[in-house]
């Protein structure tokens, strides 16, 4: 069925709600796609089931209900809008769906004048990644850029060719093109592939029809300028979450012990939503360590009240100095540092 411009597969929906004979079920979508759930719920309605809308956000597969569902007594959860659990393996109760919605947008016109523009450049090869939304118009993008002559790349994710999420890259395959396109409303994904790739990166937003290259510059002026910072930090806010893909409360202990041993002391605070509000009502910290979604600390710096950081980063911190230091590693999850003495 087609709900305000999104594809939804209503008969794997049926299909998994006879499957798990439910009563109840709980629709999660983030904010950009709150309209569609509304039109699962009253698809849900018409087979006789009773269906609630989860009014609060969600950032990603890694944001799942599951306390939310079983406050209420539902017997299942429908997650609109992401491919599946990111960073987690969900419980098989409740059972969950995790249901995409394909935009109808053909995004082609526009692909085709970012060809022009990246033949303008010299590219003749590109590593090609969209998010779930647009996904399936990846074969026939990458179809016209073969056409026109392009060598195009394209990694598997979770299963699905060519398939980015905000925090991994891996489908963007070996990194050897001479530049990467992703497909995907907004910038969020593009930057995430710029940082991650290291490779000159252009978005695409099929829903304005703009797109861009990404400039790095300042986002990676604003990291050294964070990182410099918490070099002298004496006190630190370690940020752990309760969103099922993005609780890393073990590394959380692990980095409290390693700045303990180097005599910095650590405060661990739970949050669900982050906000800066909740974080100011804490105190005052030197600096904050981010170990929920690392794209807070790159896109949202605003948020916290004193030089943040992720996880990826804190040894340079450790390391008193940024010697080595990458983007990369605002995206990567490589403790190894916290081994050492
Ligand atoms: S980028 Fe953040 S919100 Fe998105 S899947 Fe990763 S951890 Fe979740």
New binding site residues.
Partial sequence: MNVNGYEIDEREIERWVKRNTLRRILVQAPDGLKSVALGVIDYLESLGMSALLSADHT?????LALDEAKSVGADGIIHIGHHGP??FKPPENPPILFIPAYSIVDPTHVFEKLLDELERNGVKSIGLATTIQHITWLTSLKETARKRGFTVETGRYAGFEGLV????YSSLGTGKSDAIVVVAGGSFHALGAAIWSGLPTWGLDPYTGVYRRVELKSVLASRLYALSRAMDASSFLLIVSVKP??KRMEIAMRVKEALKRRGRKAIIAVFNDLSREKIENLGVFDAYINTA???LVIDDPEIFPGPSLNIGELKYVLQGSLEGYSLRDSLFLDLRFLEDP
């Fill in positions: 950032w990603g597969g890694c944001d990111v960073w999420v905000g925090c991994d893909g993005q979604c690392p794209r």
